[in-house]
């Protein structure tokens, strides 16, 4: 059996009532942490100051992720855009986050960016945040080289489907590459396991998954929602 399997739920930042509403959902669903977005249809961006102390206020357990991505696109940053994330990094700490969620690839070979990484490492780790990095991961060409540069650096946790970037395939679909990761990562990073999960096909696909004495965890968006809201009784299907 897997253990320590924690269920991450990811919070659109519509607006700050929403923000507590889901928050507050997520949190009495038994959810270990959340991960704070704009933008969701544009696939995350960095969430604005005022829906982090909200969400920060609503959700009390120490798993207050915020995304840090200055823009939509792909995820080659120049200097000025890395300055940004870094200023991201710094407001999050402001308002309360427990961690950041980032990621930074280079436009030439589509490997992650060790520059940028170390910047925003030595940002995050001064401000006592967690790290994370995000689903840029599934857009590089060699998910396990990928996995030793981030365990190489110390990154925290990395968020995976086990398949393509952009491809509309879920985790199910991707549970090869993810035992693989899985294996590889050990106890030296955690594997976040997202991608078109709910309380419906969970199961099924942690019971597809290898053992491991590292940590696996389950990250959910739209499979918690009903009506639009976060609900607390879909989030405690899941945990």
Same mark, same amino acid.
């Given at each position: 059996m897997?253990?320590?399997?924690e269920?991450?739920?990811?919070?659109n930042s519509?607006?700050v009532?929403?923000?507590r509403r889901? $928050?507050?959902? $997520?949190?009495?669903g038994g959810?270990?942490r959340?991960e704070l977005c704009?933008?969701?249809?544009q696939d995350g961006?960095?969430p604005a100051?005022d829906p982090i102390?909200a969400a920060?206020?609503?959700?009390?357990?120490?798993g207050?992720?915020?995304?840090?991505?200055p823009? @939509?696109?792909?995820?080659?940053?120049s200097l000025?855009?890395?300055?940004t994330?870094?200023s991201q990094?710094?407001m999050?700490?402001? @308002?309360?986050a427990?961690g950041?969620v980032?990621?930074?690839?280079r @436009?030439r070979?589509?490997?992650?960016?060790?520059g940028l990484?170390?910047?925003?490492?030595?940002t995050?780790?001064?401000?006592k945040l967690?790290t994370?990095f995000?689903?840029?991961f599934d @857009?590089?060409?060699d998910?396990?080289?990928?996995l030793a540069v981030?365990m190489?650096f110390g990154?925290?946790?990395v968020?995976t489907?086990?398949t393509?970037?952009g491809s509309?395939e879920?985790?199910?679909?991707g549970?090869?590459t993810?035992?693989?990761?899985?294996?590889q990562a050990?106890?030296?990073i955690?594997?976040?396991?997202?991608?078109?999960?709910s309380?419906d096909?969970?199961?099924s696909?942690?019971?597809?998954?290898?053992?491991?004495?590292?940590?696996?965890?389950l990250? $959910?968006?739209s499979?918690?929602?009903?009506?639009g809201?976060?609900s607390s009784?879909?989030?405690?299907?899941?945990?």
């Amino acid at each position: 059996m897997l253990r320590e399997v924690e269920i991450e739920v990811c919070i659109n930042s519509a607006n700050v009532d929403y923000v507590r509403r889901a $928050a507050a959902a $997520a949190e009495q669903g038994g959810a270990s942490r959340i991960e704070l977005c704009a933008a969701m249809d544009q696939d995350g961006l960095t969430p604005a100051i005022d829906p982090i102390k909200a969400a920060r206020q609503a959700f009390r357990p120490e798993g207050l992720m915020v995304m840090v991505r200055p823009r @939509a696109g792909n995820f080659y940053y120049s200097l000025e855009e890395s300055d940004t994330m870094v200023s991201q990094i710094e407001m999050a700490a402001q @308002a309360g986050a427990d961690g950041v969620v980032f990621g930074g690839l280079r @436009a030439r070979d589509n490997a992650i960016d060790e520059g940028l990484l170390q910047r925003l490492l030595d940002t995050a780790r001064g401000l006592k945040l967690t790290t994370t990095f995000h689903r840029a991961f599934d @857009a590089t060409h060699d998910p396990e080289m990928s996995l030793a540069v981030l365990m190489q650096f110390g990154v925290d946790r990395v968020l995976t489907s086990g398949t393509r970037w952009g491809s509309g395939e879920t985790a199910e679909q991707g549970v090869s590459t993810l035992n693989s990761l899985i294996a590889q990562a050990g106890k030296r990073i955690e594997i976040v396991v997202g991608g078109g999960l709910s309380p419906d096909n969970s199961r099924s696909l942690m019971g597809k998954l290898l053992p491991s004495s590292g940590k696996v965890s389950l990250h $959910a968006y739209s499979g918690v929602l009903h009506n639009g809201e976060v609900s607390s009784e879909r989030v405690r299907a899941m945990v």
